[in-house]
Protein backbone atom coordinates (compact mmCIF):
# COMPACT_ATOMS: atom_id res chain seq x y z
CA UNK A 1 0.00 0.00 0.00
CA UNK A 2 1.06 3.50 -0.88
CA UNK A 3 2.26 5.65 2.06
CA UNK A 4 2.84 9.22 2.24
CA UNK A 5 5.99 8.24 3.67
CA UNK A 6 6.98 6.50 0.59
CA UNK A 7 9.56 7.96 -2.09
CA UNK A 8 7.03 8.84 -5.23
CA UNK A 9 8.91 7.32 -8.42
CA UNK A 10 7.15 7.27 -11.29
CA UNK A 11 6.18 3.98 -12.82
CA UNK A 12 7.40 3.59 -16.09
CA UNK A 13 4.84 0.82 -17.30
CA UNK A 14 1.67 3.05 -16.96
CA UNK A 15 0.70 5.11 -19.82
CA UNK A 16 3.14 8.66 -20.06
CA UNK A 17 1.31 11.87 -19.66
CA UNK A 18 3.45 15.09 -19.60
CA UNK A 19 3.07 18.53 -17.45
CA UNK A 20 4.25 21.65 -18.57
CA UNK A 21 7.23 23.12 -17.47
CA UNK A 22 9.94 25.44 -19.27
CA UNK A 23 13.01 24.83 -16.65
CA UNK A 24 14.39 21.86 -17.81
CA UNK A 25 17.77 22.25 -15.58
CA UNK A 26 15.70 23.78 -12.95
CA UNK A 27 17.42 27.23 -12.89
CA UNK A 28 15.85 29.93 -14.05
CA UNK A 29 14.31 30.69 -10.49
CA UNK A 30 17.09 32.03 -10.03
CA UNK A 31 16.21 34.84 -12.80
CA UNK A 32 12.57 34.82 -11.16
CA UNK A 33 14.01 36.14 -7.77
CA UNK A 34 15.14 39.01 -9.01
CA UNK A 35 12.40 40.49 -11.32
CA UNK A 36 9.67 39.62 -8.59
CA UNK A 37 11.82 41.92 -6.32
CA UNK A 38 12.78 44.78 -8.32
CA UNK A 39 9.13 45.32 -9.86
CA UNK A 40 6.39 45.18 -6.98
CA UNK A 41 3.01 45.30 -8.02
CA UNK A 42 3.33 44.85 -11.56
CA UNK A 43 3.45 40.72 -12.96
CA UNK A 44 3.72 39.18 -16.42
CA UNK A 45 -0.27 39.18 -16.29
CA UNK A 46 -1.21 42.59 -15.17
CA UNK A 47 -1.55 44.26 -18.47
CA UNK A 48 -3.09 47.33 -17.53
CA UNK A 49 -2.69 49.99 -14.57
CA UNK A 50 -6.65 51.29 -14.90
CA UNK A 51 -7.76 47.64 -13.78
CA UNK A 52 -6.49 49.08 -10.36
CA UNK A 53 -8.34 51.71 -9.93
CA UNK A 54 -11.74 49.82 -11.48
CA UNK A 55 -11.19 46.84 -8.69
CA UNK A 56 -10.98 49.62 -6.18
CA UNK A 57 -13.76 51.18 -7.46
CA UNK A 58 -15.75 48.33 -8.22
CA UNK A 59 -14.58 46.95 -4.57
CA UNK A 60 -16.57 49.78 -2.81
CA UNK A 61 -19.32 50.17 -5.33
CA UNK A 62 -20.43 46.60 -4.24
CA UNK A 63 -20.47 47.60 -0.42
CA UNK A 64 -22.00 50.82 -0.18
CA UNK A 65 -24.79 49.08 -2.21
CA UNK A 66 -25.07 45.61 -0.53
CA UNK A 67 -23.16 45.53 2.29
CA UNK A 68 -24.82 48.26 4.08
CA UNK A 69 -24.73 48.26 8.09
CA UNK A 70 -28.01 45.99 8.98
CA UNK A 71 -28.35 44.39 5.84
CA UNK A 72 -28.51 40.41 5.84
CA UNK A 73 -25.70 40.33 2.85
CA UNK A 74 -23.03 42.39 5.11
CA UNK A 75 -19.78 40.76 4.43
CA UNK A 76 -20.58 37.95 2.31
CA UNK A 77 -17.62 36.55 0.45
CA UNK A 78 -19.99 34.67 -1.91
CA UNK A 79 -22.38 37.66 -2.86
CA UNK A 80 -19.00 39.74 -3.04
CA UNK A 81 -16.97 37.61 -5.67
CA UNK A 82 -20.53 36.85 -7.47
CA UNK A 83 -20.79 40.94 -8.21
CA UNK A 84 -16.83 40.79 -8.91
CA UNK A 85 -16.90 38.36 -11.48
CA UNK A 86 -19.98 40.19 -12.99
CA UNK A 87 -18.33 43.86 -13.07
CA UNK A 88 -15.11 42.34 -14.97
CA UNK A 89 -17.01 40.50 -17.34
CA UNK A 90 -19.35 43.50 -17.81
CA UNK A 91 -15.34 45.63 -18.48
CA UNK A 92 -14.47 43.02 -20.49
CA UNK A 93 -17.78 43.54 -22.92
CA UNK A 94 -17.27 47.16 -22.90
CA UNK A 95 -14.17 46.81 -24.02
CA UNK A 96 -14.50 44.41 -26.57
CA UNK A 97 -17.65 46.32 -27.91
CA UNK A 98 -16.04 50.06 -27.87
CA UNK A 99 -12.66 49.61 -27.97
CA UNK A 100 -12.02 45.67 -29.61
CA UNK A 101 -8.19 46.86 -30.60
CA UNK A 102 -7.21 47.01 -27.22
CA UNK A 103 -4.89 44.47 -25.67
CA UNK A 104 -4.35 43.05 -22.01
CA UNK A 105 -8.37 42.92 -21.14
CA UNK A 106 -9.21 39.81 -18.93
CA UNK A 107 -11.88 38.30 -20.27
CA UNK A 108 -11.08 38.97 -23.99
CA UNK A 109 -11.16 35.84 -25.50
CA UNK A 110 -14.82 34.75 -23.89
CA UNK A 111 -16.38 38.17 -25.37
CA UNK A 112 -14.93 38.22 -28.71
CA UNK A 113 -16.75 34.87 -29.39
CA UNK A 114 -20.14 35.98 -27.73
CA UNK A 115 -22.82 37.10 -30.99
CA UNK A 116 -24.01 40.76 -30.31
CA UNK A 117 -27.74 40.04 -30.22
CA UNK A 118 -28.77 42.92 -28.38
CA UNK A 119 -28.90 42.10 -24.87
CA UNK A 120 -25.84 40.90 -23.12
CA UNK A 121 -26.38 38.18 -20.45
CA UNK A 122 -23.67 39.06 -17.83
CA UNK A 123 -24.55 36.20 -15.37
CA UNK A 124 -24.60 33.58 -17.86
CA UNK A 125 -21.06 33.68 -18.70
CA UNK A 126 -20.11 34.66 -15.15
CA UNK A 127 -21.63 33.18 -12.33
CA UNK A 128 -20.12 30.14 -10.95
CA UNK A 129 -23.56 28.08 -11.61
CA UNK A 130 -22.95 28.05 -15.06
CA UNK A 131 -19.92 26.42 -15.32
CA UNK A 132 -19.67 25.27 -18.79
CA UNK A 133 -20.53 29.05 -20.18
CA UNK A 134 -18.45 30.56 -17.61
CA UNK A 135 -15.86 33.13 -19.07
CA UNK A 136 -12.91 32.44 -16.14
CA UNK A 137 -12.60 29.23 -14.49
CA UNK A 138 -10.62 30.42 -12.11
CA UNK A 139 -13.16 31.42 -8.63
CA UNK A 140 -11.98 33.84 -8.06
CA UNK A 141 -12.04 35.67 -11.45
CA UNK A 142 -9.22 37.78 -13.22
CA UNK A 143 -9.27 39.76 -9.82
CA UNK A 144 -8.13 36.81 -7.80
CA UNK A 145 -5.88 35.03 -10.57
CA UNK A 146 -4.06 37.77 -11.74
CA UNK A 147 -4.57 41.43 -9.57
CA UNK A 148 -4.89 40.92 -5.77
CA UNK A 149 -2.02 39.85 -5.16
CA UNK A 150 -0.35 42.38 -6.93
CA UNK A 151 -2.65 44.89 -5.78
CA UNK A 152 -1.92 43.87 -1.84
CA UNK A 153 1.48 44.58 -2.94
CA UNK A 154 1.05 48.00 -3.68
CA UNK A 155 -1.43 48.33 -0.32
CA UNK A 156 -4.54 49.11 -2.32
CA UNK A 157 -6.61 46.32 -1.17
CA UNK A 158 -6.40 44.01 2.11
CA UNK A 159 -7.16 39.90 1.76
CA UNK A 160 -9.81 38.26 4.24
CA UNK A 161 -8.79 37.71 7.65
CA UNK A 162 -10.12 37.05 11.01
CA UNK A 163 -12.35 40.47 11.31
CA UNK A 164 -12.94 40.57 7.67
CA UNK A 165 -14.73 37.52 5.40
CA UNK A 166 -14.54 39.86 2.31
CA UNK A 167 -11.80 41.75 0.02
CA UNK A 168 -11.35 45.37 1.18
CA UNK A 169 -10.26 48.67 -0.58
CA UNK A 170 -6.96 49.74 1.80
CA UNK A 171 -6.42 52.79 3.25
CA UNK A 172 -5.13 55.48 2.05
CA UNK A 173 -4.02 54.20 -1.67
CA UNK A 174 -6.81 51.96 -2.08
CA UNK A 175 -9.20 54.38 -1.04
CA UNK A 176 -7.82 57.65 -2.69
CA UNK A 177 -7.51 55.86 -6.00
CA UNK A 178 -11.14 54.58 -5.95
CA UNK A 179 -12.00 58.16 -5.23
CA UNK A 180 -10.54 59.55 -8.20
CA UNK A 181 -11.32 56.37 -10.66
CA UNK A 182 -15.23 57.72 -9.31
CA UNK A 183 -14.74 61.31 -10.82
CA UNK A 184 -14.07 59.88 -14.47
CA UNK A 185 -17.36 58.57 -14.30
CA UNK A 186 -20.63 60.07 -14.05
CA UNK A 187 -23.53 59.01 -11.44
CA UNK A 188 -25.86 57.93 -14.42
CA UNK A 189 -22.30 55.69 -15.20
CA UNK A 190 -21.92 54.05 -11.62
CA UNK A 191 -25.85 53.77 -11.75
CA UNK A 192 -26.12 51.75 -14.92
CA UNK A 193 -23.38 49.63 -14.15
CA UNK A 194 -24.59 48.48 -11.03
CA UNK A 195 -28.19 48.06 -12.64
CA UNK A 196 -26.55 45.95 -15.30
CA UNK A 197 -24.43 43.24 -12.77
CA UNK A 198 -27.02 43.09 -10.50
CA UNK A 199 -29.87 42.17 -12.94
CA UNK A 200 -27.13 40.25 -14.74
CA UNK A 201 -27.65 41.52 -18.06
CA UNK A 202 -27.25 44.51 -20.16
CA UNK A 203 -28.84 45.91 -23.78
CA UNK A 204 -26.35 47.13 -26.38
CA UNK A 205 -27.20 50.44 -26.13
CA UNK A 206 -26.97 51.14 -22.92
CA UNK A 207 -23.34 49.08 -22.65
CA UNK A 208 -22.20 52.39 -25.18
CA UNK A 209 -22.82 54.62 -22.77
CA UNK A 210 -20.13 52.45 -20.20
CA UNK A 211 -17.58 53.76 -22.66
CA UNK A 212 -15.52 55.62 -20.13
CA UNK A 213 -14.60 52.92 -18.09
CA UNK A 214 -12.08 52.49 -20.76
CA UNK A 215 -8.81 50.84 -19.04
CA UNK A 216 -6.61 52.55 -21.90
CA UNK A 217 -7.67 56.17 -21.57
CA UNK A 218 -6.90 57.77 -18.06
CA UNK A 219 -7.72 61.15 -18.66
CA UNK A 220 -8.44 63.18 -15.34
CA UNK A 221 -5.33 64.40 -13.75
CA UNK A 222 -6.16 63.11 -10.55
CA UNK A 223 -6.00 59.96 -11.10
CA UNK A 224 -2.93 60.20 -13.04
CA UNK A 225 -1.28 62.03 -10.48
CA UNK A 226 -2.66 59.04 -7.34
CA UNK A 227 -0.94 56.54 -9.93
CA UNK A 228 2.24 58.41 -9.74
CA UNK A 229 1.83 58.95 -6.01
CA UNK A 230 1.76 54.87 -5.84
CA UNK A 231 4.25 53.60 -7.95
CA UNK A 232 6.68 56.20 -6.85
CA UNK A 233 6.34 55.00 -3.28
CA UNK A 234 8.16 52.69 -1.45
CA UNK A 235 8.38 49.43 -1.62
CA UNK A 236 5.92 47.30 0.02
CA UNK A 237 8.41 44.51 1.86
CA UNK A 238 10.98 47.08 2.50
CA UNK A 239 10.06 50.91 3.61
CA UNK A 240 13.35 52.00 2.39
CA UNK A 241 14.29 50.85 -0.92
CA UNK A 242 11.63 51.79 -4.05
CA UNK A 243 12.93 49.03 -6.75
CA UNK A 244 9.65 49.32 -9.01
CA UNK A 245 10.34 53.14 -9.32
CA UNK A 246 14.14 53.45 -9.93
CA UNK A 247 13.44 50.29 -12.45
CA UNK A 248 11.23 52.31 -14.65
CA UNK A 249 13.70 55.63 -14.13
CA UNK A 250 16.19 53.27 -15.70
CA UNK A 251 14.04 51.99 -18.58
CA UNK A 252 13.06 55.65 -19.25
CA UNK A 253 16.63 56.93 -18.96
CA UNK A 254 17.42 54.22 -21.94
CA UNK A 255 14.38 55.19 -23.90
CA UNK A 256 15.73 58.79 -23.54
CA UNK A 257 19.02 58.18 -24.26
CA UNK A 258 19.59 55.16 -26.44
CA UNK A 259 16.73 53.09 -27.05
CA UNK A 260 14.46 56.25 -28.52
CA UNK A 261 14.63 54.30 -31.84
CA UNK A 262 13.63 50.84 -30.42
CA UNK A 263 10.37 49.08 -31.37
CA UNK A 264 8.41 48.23 -28.51
CA UNK A 265 9.20 44.68 -29.29
CA UNK A 266 12.54 44.12 -28.59
CA UNK A 267 12.96 47.44 -26.13
CA UNK A 268 12.84 44.87 -23.32
CA UNK A 269 16.09 42.50 -24.51
CA UNK A 270 17.77 46.31 -25.52
CA UNK A 271 17.31 47.73 -22.35
CA UNK A 272 18.50 44.40 -20.90
CA UNK A 273 21.84 44.23 -23.12
CA UNK A 274 22.27 47.93 -22.33
CA UNK A 275 22.55 48.16 -18.71
CA UNK A 276 24.41 44.62 -19.01
CA UNK A 277 27.10 46.06 -20.81
CA UNK A 278 27.16 49.51 -18.82
CA UNK A 279 27.66 47.92 -15.92
CA UNK A 280 30.97 45.68 -16.85
CA UNK A 281 32.48 49.15 -18.78
CA UNK A 282 31.45 50.79 -15.00
CA UNK A 283 33.10 47.76 -13.41
CA UNK A 284 29.96 47.39 -10.91
CA UNK A 285 30.20 50.56 -9.36
CA UNK A 286 26.36 51.23 -10.62
CA UNK A 287 23.27 51.55 -8.13
CA UNK A 288 21.56 48.26 -6.98
CA UNK A 289 18.87 48.15 -9.51
CA UNK A 290 21.48 48.61 -12.29
CA UNK A 291 23.45 45.49 -10.59
CA UNK A 292 20.36 43.48 -10.17
CA UNK A 293 19.17 43.85 -13.50
CA UNK A 294 22.80 43.44 -14.54
CA UNK A 295 22.66 39.97 -12.37
CA UNK A 296 19.63 39.03 -14.33
CA UNK A 297 20.83 39.27 -17.58
CA UNK A 298 24.36 37.10 -16.73
CA UNK A 299 21.62 34.51 -15.07
CA UNK A 300 19.69 34.75 -18.44
CA UNK A 301 23.24 34.22 -20.96
CA UNK A 302 24.42 31.70 -18.76
CA UNK A 303 20.90 29.49 -18.60
CA UNK A 304 20.93 29.51 -22.17
CA UNK A 305 24.06 28.68 -22.63
CA UNK A 306 23.95 25.69 -20.13
CA UNK A 307 20.71 24.69 -21.38
CA UNK A 308 22.36 24.39 -24.98
CA UNK A 309 24.28 20.88 -24.10
CA UNK A 310 20.47 19.54 -22.50
CA UNK A 311 18.95 20.85 -26.08
CA UNK A 312 22.06 19.37 -28.13
CA UNK A 313 21.49 15.78 -26.39
CA UNK A 314 17.59 15.99 -26.62
CA UNK A 315 17.19 17.26 -30.12
CA UNK A 316 19.85 14.88 -31.08
CA UNK A 317 17.70 11.64 -29.83
CA UNK A 318 14.47 10.41 -31.68
CA UNK A 319 11.60 8.16 -29.26
CA UNK A 320 13.40 4.92 -30.24
CA UNK A 321 15.99 4.10 -27.94
CA UNK A 322 19.68 4.42 -28.83
CA UNK A 323 23.22 4.60 -26.80
CA UNK A 324 24.10 7.67 -25.18
CA UNK A 325 27.35 7.20 -26.03
CA UNK A 326 26.34 7.18 -30.42
CA UNK A 327 24.41 10.61 -29.52
CA UNK A 328 27.36 11.86 -27.69
CA UNK A 329 29.76 11.20 -30.16
CA UNK A 330 27.69 12.61 -33.08
CA UNK A 331 27.83 16.19 -31.06
CA UNK A 332 31.76 15.79 -30.07
CA UNK A 333 32.83 15.09 -34.18
CA UNK A 334 30.44 18.77 -34.89
CA UNK A 335 32.04 19.99 -32.04
CA UNK A 336 35.86 18.97 -32.88
CA UNK A 337 35.24 20.32 -36.43
CA UNK A 338 34.33 23.79 -35.15
CA UNK A 339 37.88 23.43 -33.05
CA UNK A 340 39.10 24.01 -36.86
CA UNK A 341 37.93 26.96 -37.54
CA UNK A 342 39.84 30.17 -38.43
CA UNK A 343 37.06 32.76 -37.83
CA UNK A 344 36.92 34.17 -33.91
CA UNK A 345 34.29 35.39 -32.53
CA UNK A 346 34.76 38.03 -30.11
CA UNK A 347 31.81 39.70 -27.43
CA UNK A 348 29.24 38.20 -25.29
CA UNK A 349 26.42 38.73 -27.58
CA UNK A 350 28.08 37.72 -30.52
CA UNK A 351 28.73 34.22 -29.49
CA UNK A 352 24.69 34.13 -27.95
CA UNK A 353 23.67 35.67 -31.17
CA UNK A 354 26.03 32.68 -33.03
CA UNK A 355 24.30 30.13 -30.55
CA UNK A 356 20.87 30.79 -31.10
CA UNK A 357 21.60 30.58 -34.99
CA UNK A 358 23.07 27.20 -33.94
CA UNK A 359 19.56 26.06 -33.66
CA UNK A 360 17.87 26.97 -36.64
CA UNK A 361 20.84 25.17 -38.35
CA UNK A 362 20.22 22.26 -36.30
CA UNK A 363 24.26 21.69 -35.88
CA UNK A 364 24.39 20.35 -32.68
CA UNK A 365 27.67 19.83 -32.04
CA UNK A 366 28.02 23.31 -33.16
CA UNK A 367 26.10 24.71 -30.52
CA UNK A 368 27.52 23.04 -27.87
CA UNK A 369 30.69 24.68 -29.10
CA UNK A 370 29.90 28.40 -28.80
CA UNK A 371 27.91 27.42 -25.91
CA UNK A 372 31.23 26.77 -24.55
CA UNK A 373 32.86 29.68 -25.43
CA UNK A 374 30.06 31.76 -23.92
CA UNK A 375 30.49 29.76 -20.72
CA UNK A 376 34.06 30.68 -20.50
CA UNK A 377 33.25 34.46 -22.03
CA UNK A 378 30.93 35.10 -19.60
CA UNK A 379 33.14 33.84 -16.50
CA UNK A 380 36.25 35.67 -17.34
CA UNK A 381 33.94 38.80 -17.85
CA UNK A 382 32.98 38.46 -14.14
CA UNK A 383 35.93 36.68 -12.79
CA UNK A 384 37.92 39.29 -11.20
CA UNK A 385 34.62 40.69 -9.26
CA UNK A 386 33.19 37.58 -8.52
CA UNK A 387 33.66 37.82 -4.81
CA UNK A 388 32.10 41.19 -5.41
CA UNK A 389 29.10 39.63 -6.83
CA UNK A 390 28.61 36.98 -4.38
CA UNK A 391 28.55 39.27 -1.21
CA UNK A 392 25.88 41.28 -3.11
CA UNK A 393 23.53 37.91 -4.25
CA UNK A 394 23.95 37.03 -0.46
CA UNK A 395 22.50 40.54 0.51
CA UNK A 396 19.69 40.45 -1.91
CA UNK A 397 18.46 36.85 -1.33
CA UNK A 398 20.05 35.68 -4.81
CA UNK A 399 22.90 33.48 -3.76
CA UNK A 400 20.92 31.20 -2.67
CA UNK A 401 19.33 29.67 -6.01
CA UNK A 402 21.28 26.93 -8.07
CA UNK A 403 20.79 29.08 -10.73
CA UNK A 404 22.53 32.20 -9.48
CA UNK A 405 25.31 32.42 -12.32
CA UNK A 406 28.67 33.38 -10.94
CA UNK A 407 28.66 29.91 -8.69
CA UNK A 408 26.75 28.37 -11.59
CA UNK A 409 29.81 29.20 -13.80
CA UNK A 410 32.69 28.71 -11.46
CA UNK A 411 31.36 25.40 -11.52
CA UNK A 412 30.72 24.84 -15.23
CA UNK A 413 33.85 26.18 -16.17
CA UNK A 414 36.25 25.25 -13.43
CA UNK A 415 39.37 26.56 -12.40
CA UNK A 416 43.05 26.31 -14.70
CA UNK A 417 43.50 27.77 -18.05
CA UNK A 418 39.52 27.67 -19.01
CA UNK A 419 39.85 26.63 -22.73
CA UNK A 420 37.39 25.39 -24.81
CA UNK A 421 38.22 22.00 -25.38
CA UNK A 422 36.19 18.48 -25.75
CA UNK A 423 36.86 17.21 -22.19
CA UNK A 424 35.29 20.99 -20.51
CA UNK A 425 31.99 20.55 -22.91
CA UNK A 426 31.44 16.90 -22.20
CA UNK A 427 31.73 17.68 -18.89
CA UNK A 428 28.77 20.25 -18.96
CA UNK A 429 26.78 18.04 -21.35
CA UNK A 430 27.00 14.78 -18.42
CA UNK A 431 26.06 17.78 -16.15
CA UNK A 432 22.91 19.63 -17.77
CA UNK A 433 21.83 15.64 -18.60
CA UNK A 434 22.25 14.62 -14.60
CA UNK A 435 20.19 17.86 -13.58
CA UNK A 436 17.38 17.41 -16.00
CA UNK A 437 16.88 13.77 -15.06
CA UNK A 438 17.36 14.97 -11.41
CA UNK A 439 15.29 18.34 -11.53
CA UNK A 440 12.31 16.15 -14.01
CA UNK A 441 12.23 13.20 -10.94
CA UNK A 442 11.44 15.44 -8.50
CA UNK A 443 8.72 17.37 -9.93
CA UNK A 444 6.97 14.47 -10.98
CA UNK A 445 4.66 12.42 -9.14
CA UNK A 446 1.86 9.61 -9.63
CA UNK A 447 -0.49 10.08 -11.75
CA UNK A 448 0.15 13.65 -12.07
CA UNK A 449 2.65 13.11 -15.40
CA UNK A 450 5.98 13.84 -15.81
CA UNK A 451 8.43 16.44 -16.82
CA UNK A 452 11.14 14.97 -18.45
CA UNK A 453 12.11 15.92 -22.01
CA UNK A 454 14.42 12.11 -22.26
CA UNK A 455 15.18 9.08 -20.08
CA UNK A 456 18.55 7.51 -19.60
CA UNK A 457 18.53 4.19 -18.46
CA UNK A 458 21.40 1.46 -18.98
CA UNK A 459 23.48 3.07 -21.22
CA UNK A 460 20.07 3.94 -23.42
CA UNK A 461 18.57 7.03 -24.32
CA UNK A 462 15.22 8.20 -25.48
CA UNK A 463 12.79 10.88 -26.02
CA UNK A 464 10.15 11.57 -24.15
CA UNK A 465 8.47 15.09 -25.44
CA UNK A 466 10.36 18.35 -27.61
CA UNK A 467 10.30 21.53 -25.66
CA UNK A 468 12.01 24.66 -26.81
CA UNK A 469 14.96 27.12 -25.31
CA UNK A 470 13.15 30.38 -23.77
CA UNK A 471 14.20 32.96 -21.81
CA UNK A 472 12.19 33.97 -18.23
CA UNK A 473 9.85 37.04 -18.94
CA UNK A 474 10.93 40.05 -16.05
CA UNK A 475 7.83 41.85 -16.14
CA UNK A 476 9.13 44.48 -17.97
CA UNK A 477 7.27 44.63 -20.83
CA UNK A 478 4.07 44.82 -18.89
CA UNK A 479 6.30 48.05 -16.95
CA UNK A 480 6.03 49.49 -19.99
CA UNK A 481 2.68 49.15 -21.07
CA UNK A 482 2.09 50.20 -17.58
CA UNK A 483 3.64 54.12 -17.76
CA UNK A 484 2.22 54.26 -21.38
CA UNK A 485 -1.19 54.31 -20.19
CA UNK A 486 0.17 56.43 -17.10
CA UNK A 487 1.57 58.58 -19.72
CA UNK A 488 4.97 58.63 -19.18
CA UNK A 489 5.98 57.47 -22.67
CA UNK A 490 3.99 57.25 -25.83
CA UNK A 491 4.45 56.03 -29.14
CA UNK A 492 5.77 58.53 -31.75
CA UNK A 493 5.30 58.11 -35.35
CA UNK A 494 7.91 55.53 -36.53
CA UNK A 495 5.77 53.20 -33.46
CA UNK A 496 8.90 53.71 -30.91
CA UNK A 497 8.86 54.81 -27.55
CA UNK A 498 9.64 58.26 -26.45
CA UNK A 499 9.06 60.36 -23.14
CA UNK A 500 6.03 62.91 -22.93
CA UNK A 501 6.19 65.80 -20.41
CA UNK A 502 4.69 64.42 -18.20
CA UNK A 503 7.43 61.13 -18.05
CA UNK A 504 10.10 64.05 -18.34
CA UNK A 505 8.66 65.71 -14.89
CA UNK A 506 8.90 62.02 -13.27
CA UNK A 507 12.80 61.43 -13.91
CA UNK A 508 13.04 64.57 -11.42
CA UNK A 509 11.48 62.76 -8.61
CA UNK A 510 13.37 61.96 -6.28
Not at 284 to 297: A, D, G, P, R, T
Not at 298 to 321: C, G, Q, R, W
Not at 435 to 456: A, C, F, P, R, W
Not at 458 to 465: A, F, P, S, V
Amino acid sequence: MYKSSDDIIPFWGEKISSKNGRDPLAIQNSSVVIYVKMISGITNVTTRVRYNGFYCWLLNLISNRLFKPGSTLMDTPKEQIKYLRRGELLLAYVMQYCYPQVTGVGGSNYTSKQLFKGIFNIAKGADLDNKDTAYWKGKLGVFGQYYVGAMARLRLVKYPDASHRSYRVAKPNGINLSSVFSKSLTKEIEDLFWEAIHSGEISEGKLRKLNKLALHLIDDKDELDEYQKIFSATDEIDNETNHTFSTIKLLMTFIKGEGFSVKPKSLVLSFLRYNFLETLKENFIVKNEQLSWFMYELNELTHAAYEAYHFAILYSTTEDSQPLDLIIGSIERGFKECESLTETIDGIYELYNKMQSCYKTKEYGELVYFASQLLISLFKSIEKDKDKLNSFGIQEGYYRHPGFAPTLLERLVGTGDRICDWPMAENCIYSAINDHLYSSYTKSSIGQGVVHNYMVDDGLIWRLRLTEPVRTSPRLQNVLQYIEDMKWIERDAEDCYVLTERGTEIMQVK
